[in-house]
């Protein structure tokens, strides 16, 4: 199997308070100057069914959480916990044992309590799934995980 993550890439599911997201990773993450943050990981074993391919369970853990994520690059936001209301998934293909899977997206609009977004994910540059969610908005500070050492660790991106 090739190496773990493509280059620029870094770690993010072990920052505190992300306890379900360790279990199903490693999952990374990089800031794209264009595009703002991409996530990724690679399928291996625990994410394969039996015909070596990534559970949908997975694909959809992966989309539920960088989804939620995008906002925390954002300097100007501080929406502290994201819980899900909605999320709604189209498969559109498959990713195998061993491919790297990225997910890209972006914040919709961000009302006083509710953030939309919609996102993208490939196996190796293939769509496999899009995605369209809706988040709570927590409160500002009231996270253990912070947007700033988030921030610090992979960087900032404004939307601009």
Known sequence: MSQIAPDGFI??????????????????????????????FRVDERHANTMDICHGGMIASFADTYLATLSRFNPAFDDGYTP???????????????????????????????????????????????????????????RTDTNEALQELVGTWTGD
């Open 11 to 40: 770690r993010f599911d072990h920052i505190r308070g992300s306890t379900f997201t360790s279990f199903i990773g490693p999952l990374f993450v990089r800031i794209d100057p264009e595009e703002g943050p991409v996530f990724g």
């Open 84 to 142: 899900t209301i909605s999320l709604t998934l189209d498969y559109l293909g498959q990713s195998k044992l061993g491919q790297w899977v990225e997910g890209r997206g972006r914040l919709l609009r961000r009302t006083g309590r509710i953030n939309f977004s919609e996102g993208l994910v490939t196996a190796d540059g293939e769509p496999v799934l899009r995605a369209s969610a809706t988040f709570r908005r927590g409160k500002a500070g009231e």
